[in-house]
C-alpha cells in the first residue's frame, strides 16, 4: 500500500465505540499513514461498524472507483462487506504493510429513473408500491416486452448484494465473478390476467432491465437505493443495468466470498 497513504475513516459516533476508533487512528498514524478529515482527500476509505455502515460509506463517498474501501466490523463476526474485525489489529496491520495488496472488485448497478440522474446501488434497486394496493410494472429485458407483474414490488441485485434482500425472498446467491443482475419478484400475483415468470432470474451484465410504472394512479413506487429510499414521487420508467463502476475492496486470503458466505449462513 506504499503510494496509498491517506484514509478516511467512516462510522457512526457512538461513544462505545469511540476508544477503539482512537486506537485505529493511532495504528494508522503509526504505520505512515495519513488521516484526513474529507473523503475526497483519501485513497483508503475504512468503514467501522457492519454490512450496513459499509454500504452508507460507499453511498456517502460517491462510489467511488479511484480508492478502496476497506470494512472493519464492530460486531461478533466478520461480514459479508467486511473483511476485518475491530480487534484483529495484527491482520490490518499486515495487510497495510504489504507491498502490493490483492485487490477484490465488485459490480454495482445504474438505475436511470424516466431518463434523468443515475443512481448506483452496491447491493439493490427495489421498486415497491408505496401504498396498500397493488401496482402494475411493465418488464422489458432489452427491447423485449418480457411479463406484465403485478404485486407489491421487484428486487434487483448485484452479486454481493444476493446474500441480502434478494436471499430473503429466496433468490440465489450469485458470485461477485459473475458480472450480473438478479431479478426477483416481491409478492406477485398470477391468475389468468396477470402472469409472471415466478421465480428470480439472472440477467448477464450486458443486458437492460426496464420496469414500466403502468399509470393507473399507483404510480408512486418506493424506489430503495441499498438501505436509502429515493424521495421521487411520480414514476414513469426505471432502467437498471451494470455499471461501468466497480468498488475496490482488499482481497485477502482464505476470505474468499464463498468463505464469507459459508460462514455467515451455514
Ligand atoms: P437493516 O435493515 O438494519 O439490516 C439489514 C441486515 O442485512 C443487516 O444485518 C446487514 O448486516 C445485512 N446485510 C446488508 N447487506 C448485506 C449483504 N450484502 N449480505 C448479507 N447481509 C447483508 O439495514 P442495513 O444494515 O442498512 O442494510 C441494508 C440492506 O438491508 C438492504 O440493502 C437490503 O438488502 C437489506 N434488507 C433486507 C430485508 C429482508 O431481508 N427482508 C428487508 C429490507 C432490507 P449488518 O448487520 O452487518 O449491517
Same mark, same amino acid.
Given at each position: 500500500?506504499?503510494?496509498?497513504?491517506?484514509?478516511? $475513516?467512516?462510522? #457512526?459516533?457512538?461513544?462505545? @465505540?469511540?476508544?477503539?476508533?482512537?486506537?485505529?487512528?493511532?495504528?494508522?498514524?503509526?504505520?505512515?499513514?495519513?488521516?484526513?478529515?474529507?473523503?475526497?482527500?483519501?485513497?483508503?476509505?475504512?468503514?467501522?461498524?457492519?454490512?450496513?455502515?459499509?454500504? &452508507?460509506?460507499?453511498? #456517502?463517498?460517491?462510489?467511488?472507483?479511484?480508492?478502496?474501501?476497506?470494512?472493519?466490523?464492530?460486531?461478533?463476526?466478520?461480514?459479508?462487506?467486511?473483511?476485518?474485525?475491530?480487534?484483529?489489529?495484527?491482520?490490518?496491520?499486515?495487510?497495510? @504493510?504489504?507491498?502490493?495488496?490483492?485487490? /477484490?472488485?465488485?459490480?454495482?448497478?445504474?438505475?436511470?429513473?424516466?431518463?434523468?440522474?443515475? $443512481?448506483?446501488? @452496491?447491493?439493490?434497486?427495489? !421498486?415497491?408500491?408505496?401504498?396498500?394496493?397493488?401496482?402494475?410494472? +411493465?418488464?422489458?429485458?432489452?427491447?423485449?416486452?418480457?411479463?406484465?407483474?403485478?404485486?407489491?414490488?421487484?428486487?434487483?441485485?448485484?452479486?454481493?448484494?444476493?446474500?441480502?434482500?434478494?436471499?430473503?425472498?429466496?433468490?440465489?446467491?450469485?458470485?461477485?465473478?459473475?458480472?450480473?443482475? &438478479?431479478?426477483?419478484?416481491?409478492?406477485?400475483?398470477?391468475?389468468?390476467?396477470?402472469?409472471?415468470?415466478?421465480?428470480?432470474?439472472?440477467?448477464?451484465? *450486458?443486458? %437492460?432491465?426496464?420496469?414500466?410504472?403502468?399509470?393507473?394512479?399507483? *404510480?408512486?413506487?418506493?424506489?430503495?437505493? +441499498?438501505?436509502?429510499?429515493?424521495?421521487?414521487?411520480?414514476?414513469? %420508467?426505471?432502467?437498471?443495468?451494470?455499471?461501468? #463502476? %466497480?468498488?475496490?475492496? !482488499?482481497?485477502?486470503? +482464505?476470505?474468499?466470498?464463498?468463505?464469507? !458466505?459459508? /460462514?455467515?449462513?451455514?
Amino acid at each position: 500500500m506504499d503510494n496509498r497513504r491517506n484514509v478516511y $475513516f467512516f462510522y #457512526k459516533e457512538e461513544e462505545s @465505540l469511540q476508544p477503539k476508533i482512537s486506537e485505529l487512528f493511532k495504528l494508522a498514524e503509526k504505520n505512515q499513514f495519513i488521516v484526513v478529515d474529507h473523503p475526497d482527500e483519501a485513497n483508503i476509505i475504512v468503514s467501522i461498524g457492519g454490512d450496513g455502515t459499509f454500504l &452508507q460509506s460507499v453511498r #456517502k463517498t460517491q462510489f467511488r472507483d479511484d480508492c478502496l474501501y476497506v470494512g472493519v466490523a464492530t460486531e461478533s463476526n466478520v461480514s459479508l462487506y467486511c473483511d476485518f474485525h475491530i480487534d484483529e489489529k495484527e491482520k490490518m496491520v499486515e495487510a497495510m @504493510l504489504q507491498e502490493r495488496v490483492e485487490v /477484490r472488485r465488485y459490480p454495482i448497478i445504474d438505475v436511470r429513473v424516466d431518463d434523468k440522474t443515475v $443512481f448506483h446501488c @452496491l447491493n439493490e434497486c427495489t !421498486v415497491k408500491s408505496g401504498v396498500i394496493k397493488t401496482f402494475v410494472l +411493465d418488464v422489458f429485458i432489452d427491447d423485449l416486452h418480457f411479463e406484465t407483474f403485478r404485486g407489491d414490488g421487484m428486487i434487483i441485485a448485484t452479486p454481493t448484494g444476493s446474500t441480502a434482500y434478494n436471499k430473503s425472498v429466496n433468490g440465489s446467491v450469485v458470485d461477485p465473478k459473475l458480472e450480473s443482475l &438478479q431479478v426477483s419478484e416481491l409478492a406477485s400475483l398470477n391468475n389468468n390476467e396477470y402472469r409472471t415468470l415466478g421465480s428470480s432470474f439472472i440477467l448477464s451484465g *450486458d443486458r %437492460k432491465l426496464t420496469l414500466k410504472i403502468v399509470q393507473d394512479g399507483n *404510480d408512486h413506487p418506493v424506489i430503495g437505493m +441499498d438501505n436509502e429510499a429515493l424521495s421521487i414521487r411520480h414514476v414513469e %420508467k426505471i432502467e437498471v443495468s451494470l455499471g461501468s #463502476k %466497480k468498488i475496490k475492496t !482488499v482481497k485477502l486470503k +482464505d476470505n474468499s466470498f464463498w468463505e464469507k !458466505v459459508k /460462514r455467515t449462513f451455514l
